[in-house]
């Protein structure tokens, strides 16, 4: 069956407004808790080894939260231009900044998928544990509009959330630690099994595809050098370079 322009626009309308209502919801919680989540800072660490960040850097930051990327990044390039899907989101950055003194960040309320950037206009795209959120053949069309955002040279560097349905190794040692930590936690933990089976099954929040899949996806946008860095149990860093004319 097929889908239509229609229907993926309306399905994309959806999950966009539930995205907005979830992280305006979060937002304090997400800024208080994501700094003490050590996973979540070696995930960080790692995206900005990866983007190899210099002083003279233009760089777009997407699904930026609070800033726990962000503000780490601008404090070694010349600016970056955060987006989020939140306002709220977007609002605590800016007071993050504001107590930081850092100076060089502008902020944007607008989805990912809706998007509009000129080509050729940043050095680095980053993004940390924001594109699990996107449907599928929207991850790959990202992947392509970033392709175009970046200047010759310039570098996309993803770290997310990256496992598939247990197609391979990983993905079903990843799963099987999950249930089994769970189960130790008792009941509390069998109501999360319970819960969270639902949303993975059906794919209605989170959304995470294998680091595989999306290096296959940097590949054909026509990013060179692809290279997965697999950082924690679930989480995983792919970066790819845009090729130099003559390259």
């Keep these: 069956m097929t889908v239509s322009k229609q229907e993926r626009t309306g399905s994309n309308a959806a999950n966009i407004a539930r995205q907005q209502r979830f992280w305006t919801r979060r937002a304090q919680s997400w800024d208080h808790g994501a700094g003490n989540n050590p996973g979540l800072v070696k995930v960080v660490n790692q995206v900005l080894l990866e983007a190899q960040p210099t002083s003279s850097m233009r760089c777009l930051d997407l699904g930026c939260g609070s800033g726990q990327l962000t503000l780490g990044l601008a404090r070694q390039v010349a600016s970056v231009h955060a987006v989020d899907v939140s306002q709220a989101m977007i609002d605590l950055l800016t007071e993050n900044a504001k107590s930081g003194g850092i100076a060089n960040i502008t902020g944007e309320a607008t989805p990912i998928e809706r998007l509009v950037i000129p080509e050729a206009s940043y050095d680095l795209v980053v993004t940390n ?50 249930l089994a930590l769970l189960l130790k936690k008792g009941p509390g933990g069998w109501w999360r099994i319970a819960k969270n089976s639902g949303r993975y099954i059906l794919r209605f929040q989170e959304r995470p595809v ?3 899949a999306w290096v296959n996806m940097l590949a054909a946008a026509g990013f060179n050098d692809v290279q997965p860095v697999p950082v924690v149990n679930e989480a995983a860093v792919v970066r790819g370079t845009k090729p130099a004319p003559g390259s």
């Design 129 to 178: 544990y924001a594109l699990h959120h996107l449907k599928d053949r929207d991850k790959a069309e990202l992947a392509k509009r970033a392709f175009t955002w970046l200047r010759p040279g310039g570098r996309l560097v993803i770290g997310d959330m990256m496992f598939g349905r247990g197609g391979d190794a990983r993905d079903r040692e990843i799963i099987s630690s999950k």
């Design 210 to 212: 294998s680091i595989s």
